[in-house]
């Protein structure tokens, strides 16, 4: 059985702007200042300045926050980011506008934001996914008065309504491709059933995913239809570890997700997404261990794709998880970035399991990398990691770069024995 | 021709055994003890230029001085030529041990190794698989020795076979004879994680029950410290990796990736108050910790618990650092500076608390 | 000894002498009660965590903090 549940329009954007009005035509994005800063506007932010930075160019985002690719499922986002754009009712069916190549990065000081940064061109670009995006940065004045964490619900709604804004310019162009994406299949066939188990690091303000614009924290693992986090079911509140977090650019892109579906039929049938909090404490870890465990059974899963967000601590959700799997006879593959010291000599996994053993790596967080100097640069002044104006020239380690390391498995970067 | 330094103990050394442990370093120009056997295996291309030597029981303590040596035949002894033939060089690579299953010979040999590679020289230790200093040489390479000198022989042919291919400035590999850990290097794969992942799986579910690209951790074995034989009596010092300092962070502790630890006075505080005490450590929401910093330092408690007379003391500071990300390498540093620190204060326990 | 929430981790790692605690944000602390309930049980876990430094052991061993019907 073959179900098709949602189809991804695809409109590539190949140039950008800002203009007097917000149009797409021909691969070119152009944004009105004036409508965006008022698409932004809240009570929180004093004020907005809006920036295009493309690939190749000498530029760099630092205090990264997060990032959305502009997604529409029609005028006024036609249910787009339910809980926050759209009212929080189940999407992921129907057609859905993308505009590829580009994204809304918000950037800017947040108490307890980890640095982060991206850079467009130099060694680092390749390790990000927003290295070869044209990104419209918002950059932000918070209001005198404003609490930090109205700032952070203020950037999120905004720049989630400006992203569906974006996407709406292109609702009349034709697209450059037609996703048609599988939905998971219910039925055994002859080929095995692989899924995915993701988990969202949900650990309260600054550290926080949502799903249907609610916290996930306290929830239960459950399964979700590929297609509602195409539609921008799952939104990213997390600032740490940059290299280790999944924006929701990511989620809206899940790279193993997007894997499943390339393969569903072929050598394997996608058996489903299961998504899962981390908790902050032992035993609801191991509960939520369990019960995704059990999900996975009932959805009738032979192998499991796990993946992680945050660092060590996260790591303990992973060997519960993947081993809990492999309790009901589940085959569990991890995908872990090491921490395995500047030299790559440290044990590099903080907690691993013990029955399910099959790893992939996403490189070592602790890879040092020598950043050249930029000509401009966007979300502060400063590098605070190094206490280094923005622009310079110094050495990072890889932890620090966006999606560098990606839980969710975007990058090509590994670490091997050598 | 190579010109090499050879590090050894005060044993090989000819020098004496227990009763000259405690013997600091001493250049002696020229091969000694091991030496001599390993320099005819090497052949008239190199040259054993001078043997450091240094008792066991300080060696590993002061590999700086070690260095300083190596490096005085560097500059004074302007031995004969480098490896590229020129005039003038200096030393070339650094060999010691072998150390067998010795544990502080083995430790001092790893570190002088890893300090000479980290010095620019080129490097290698020698030493039994379960000798305990293997793990402090780092992404130096070792090569395997017997278990006790009387594999001299065999262990010595392996070395001397290790630095004629570091020379020759090739990799070192198990056919080697290299042991311990090999390094985690960071590569380009051809495929993306997602798509790996995927295959393997498919390894796996086909009946591969091995296949990984990550091998399991080894974490090093911890031996318990007795028991504390009276409480009543003992000073106790409170440590924390939750990160919290005083408001301002006056120490700049990192909120990740901790390169240093912290101490700062609680000798004249009965309780850590909400505003004057921070955690700055960015892997966990600090809200309950800013609220009441006794959930992260328990000094409210500590202090009722000298009251009572269940313990003694409290130790007048605390130590402090962020468990984030932070390397092995930098923990076990940390720890090792805590444990002798606090030893050294009289303190008999120490009560750690982790987020 | 150490007091942590994470024992799994702890136990890996080899740390001698474990006493659980009940969230990774507050390890000697438990938000959810009152100030007074809080320090009460911070001081169960400091008098578990004296008795397990006055234990012998061999491995890694958790000493858990005796439950108690909460008021």
Same mark, same amino acid.
């Given at each position: ?223 979700? !239809? ?40 072929? !050598? ?33 899963? !032979? ?116 | 021709?190579? %010109? ?94 072998? &150390? ?93 994680? &997602? ?53 301002? %962070? ?17 000798? %004249? ?17 600090? &809200?309950?910790? %800013? ?65 | ?71």
């Amino acid at each position: 059985m073959e179900v098709m549940a949602l189809t991804r329009l695809i409109h590539h954007v190949q140039r950008v702007a800002l203009g007097a009005r917000t149009t797409f035509a021909d691969g070119e994005l152009v944004v009105s200042t004036d409508e965006a800063e008022g698409i932004m506007a809240h009570p929180a932010l004093a004020s907005v300045r809006l920036t295009w930075v493309s690939p190749g160019e000498s530029a760099r985002i630092v205090k990264v926050l997060d990032a959305v690719e502009p997604r529409t499922k029609g005028p006024g986002g036609a249910g787009i980011f339910p809980g926050f754009v759209g009212p929080a009712r189940t999407q992921g069916e129907g057609e859905t506008h993308v505009l590829r190549g580009a994204a809304v990065v918000a950037a800017g000081f947040l108490p307890r934001a980890q640095e982060a940064l991206v850079d467009l061109s130099g060694p680092a670009a390749a390790l990000s996914p927003l290295g070869a995006t044209h990104n419209l940065v918002v950059e932000f004045t918070p209001a005198p008065d404003a609490g930090w964490e109205h700032v952070d619900a203020a950037l999120r709604a905004g720049s989630l309504r400006l992203a569906a804004r974006l996407a709406e310019a292109a609702l009349d162009a034709e697209p450059d491709e037609i996703e048609e994406l599988p939905s998971p299949s219910p039925i055994r066939g002859d080929r095995p059933r692989i899924g995915a188990v993701t988990n969202l690091q949900t650990q309260g303000l600054f550290k926080d995913v949502f799903v249907y614009g609610r916290s996930f924290g306290s929830s239960l693992p459950t399964l979700l !239809d590929p297609g509602e986090l195409d539609d921008g079911a799952v939104v990213s509140g997390q600032f740490g570890h940059p290299a280790l977090k999944n924006p929701t650019y990511m989620h809206q892109n899940h790279p193993v997700v997007n894997e499943l579906r390339r393969r569903h039929g072929h !050598d394997l049938d996608f058996a489903g997404l299961v998504i899962c909090p981390e908790p902050v404490n032992q035993a609801a870890k191991e509960l939520v261990s369990a019960f995704a465990a059990k999900v996975c059974a009932a959805a009738g899963f !032979d192998a499991a794709l796990v993946t992680k967000e945050g660092g060590g601590n996260a790591d303990a959700d992973m060997a519960l998880k993947m081993d809990a799997l492999a309790d009901l006879g589940i085959e569990a593959v991890g995908l872990y970035a090491e921490m395995a010291g500047i030299d790559g000599t440290g044990p590099s996994i903080v907690v691993a399991p013990e029955k399910a053993t099959a790893m992939v790596s996403t490189g070592n967080y602790d890879h040092r990398l020598q950043l050249p100097t930029m000509d401009r640069a966007l979300g502060g002044d400063e590098f605070a990691l190094v206490h280094a104006p923005a622009t310079s020239a110094f050495e990072v380690p890889t932890a620090v770069v966006y999606c560098a390391l990606s839980p969710l498995g975007w990058g090509r970067v590994t670490a091997r024995a050598g | 021709m190579a %010109n090499i330094v050879h590090y050894i103990n005060q044993f090989f050394a000819g020098v004496g055994g227990e009763d000259s442990a405690g013997s600091g370093p001493t250049l002696v120009m020229g091969p000694v003890g091991p030496g001599r056997r390993l320099a005819e295996l090497l052949g008239p291309e190199h040259e054993i230029v001078a043997t450091v030597w240094c008792g066991d029981d300080v060696a590993s303590g002061i590999v700086p001085a070690i260095i300083d040596l190596i490096r005085s035949v560097d500059v004074d002894g302007g031995v004969g030529s480098d490896v590229d033939g020129g005039v003038g060089g200096g030393v070339d690579l650094v060999a010691a041990g072998p &150390a067998f299953t010795s544990g502080r010979y083995g430790l001092a040999c790893a570190r002088v190794a890893a300090a000479a590679h980290d010095a620019g020289w080129l490097a290698v230790a020698s030493m039994h698989e379960d000798n305990p200093g293997l793990d402090e040489a780092g992404a130096t390479p070792v090569v395997a020795s017997g278990e006790v000198a009387r594999r001299m022989a065999p262990s010595l042919d392996r070395l001397a076979g290790a630095v004629t291919k570091l020379l020759r400035h090739e990799p070192l590999t198990a056919a080697d004879g290299r042991i311990g850990k090999l390094a985690r290097l960071t590569v380009m794969a051809d495929a993306r994680a &997602a798509e790996r992942a995927v295959d393997l799986a498919l390894v796996r579910l086909a009946g591969d029950h091995t296949a990984t690209e990550i091998p399991l951790p080894r974490f090093d074995q911890v031996t318990p410290a007795a028991p504390v034989e009276d409480l009543t009596t003992a000073m106790v010092a409170l440590v924390t990796e939750g990160g919290l300092v005083p408001d301002d %962070n006056p120490g700049a502790l990192e909120s990740a990736r901790a390169t240093r630890w912290l101490r700062y006075p609680i000798g %004249n505080l009965d309780a850590l108050m909400a505003g004057e005490w921070r955690s700055i450590h960015g892997g966990f929401s600090t &809200a309950y910790a %800013n609220d009441d910093p006794h959930r992260i330092l328990p000094l409210d408690v500590g202090r009722q618990l000298v009251a009572d007379g269940a313990v003694g003391s409290l130790f007048a500071e605390y130590f402090v650092t962020t468990g984030n990300g932070t390397s092995v390498a930098n923990a076990r540093r940390f720890g090792i500076e805590w444990a002798a620190d606090l030893r050294h204060s009289g303190a008999r326990a120490a009560i750690l608390t982790a987020t | 000894m150490l007091l942590c929430n994470l024992i799994s981790i702890a136990e890996r790692v080899g740390a001698p002498r474990i006493v659980p605690t009940r969230g990774i944000p507050y390890p000697t602390g438990d938000p959810s009660l009152t100030p007074e309930a809080e320090k009460a049980w911070r001081r169960r876990l400091l008098d578990r965590a004296l008795e397990a430094l006055a234990t012998t052991v061999h491995q890694p061993t958790v000493f858990e903090v005796p439950e108690e019907a909460r008021a």
